[in-house]
């Protein structure tokens, strides 16, 4: 049984790019769940996405950010015009169809550096 | 602002000792809890969780405690090893919400 699955595993990106990450939900799970963590803190909520729904953006930034998660194919977390402060690690998570926000399962994060 | 913290951010034991780690939170309408363990380099793991009905649950080696009144949250980890490094961190969550809040961590270090 495949776990979450996030690519890439490290993106260095320079001020200005766009940065692409995507992440494969576990095999049967609906939900996925972006978070981002800086060194030595804890996961921040990002966005709660269901297939072709955005269901809690809350957390995501009012700019240059943007995920979808499509009817076919991994969720995609976007970064336009990317800046330093983008630099850290994003985790997906996904669970089961059913109750949401319980039993969250973890990817191994994207690593973003921009320079 | 309701948060979800931790009372040390470093734990120090002896291989063998038994750990603690704890949480404390501070939104009552909370009623889900999760502990997960994050080693270097990688995502979180999910450990054990428990539900606000309970206030005791057990797992391989590990138990997690609920104190409901004093909302404060503790993992027991037994006869620590040196695979039990990592940073801890505790999560809430309210039934049917979407935003799982997360503590800074503890991070166990193991001696041999």
């Known amino acids: 049984n495949a776990g979450v699955m996030q690519n890439p595993r490290h993106l260095v990106r320079r001020r200005g790019q766009e940065a692409r990450l995507r992440c494969s939900p576990m095999?049967?799970?609906?939900?996925v769940y972006w978070y981002r963590q800086l060194p030595e803190e804890g996961l921040k909520f990002m966005v709660y996405l269901q297939k072709e729904n955005i269901i809690d953006e809350s957390g995501m930034p009012k700019e240059r950010f943007s995920a979808e998660f499509p009817k076919e194919g991994p969720s995609i977390l976007r970064i336009q015009q990317v800046v330093r402060g983008d630099s850290a690690a994003y985790f997906c998570?996904?669970?089961?169809?059913?109750?949401?926000?319980?039993?969250?399962?973890f990817g191994p994060g994207t690593r973003l550096t921009v320079l | 602002g309701e948060s979800v913290g931790l009372h040390l951010p470093t734990l120090s034991v002896q291989e063998g000792d038994n750990s603690i780690i704890n949480c404390a939170y501070s939104?009552?309408?909370?009623?889900?809890f999760i502990w997960y363990k994050q080693e270097s380099g990688k995502g979180p793991q999910f450990i054990i969780d428990?539900?606000?009905?309970?206030d005791k649950r057990q797992g391989q080696r590990v138990t997690v405690l609920l104190n409901k009144t004093v909302k404060h949250l503790s993992l027991q980890i037994a006869a620590t090893q040196p695979g039990d490094s990592a940073v801890y961190f505790c999560a809430e969550n309210r039934f049917n919400n979407n935003d799982m809040r997360f503590g800074a961590g503890t991070r166990l270090t193991v001696k041999p």
């Open positions: 095999k049967g799970h609906s939900h």
């Open positions: 939104n009552s309408a909370s009623d889900y």
């Open positions: 998570a996904s669970s089961p169809p059913g109750l949401a926000g319980w039993a969250q399962y």
């Open positions: 428990i539900r606000s009905n309970m």
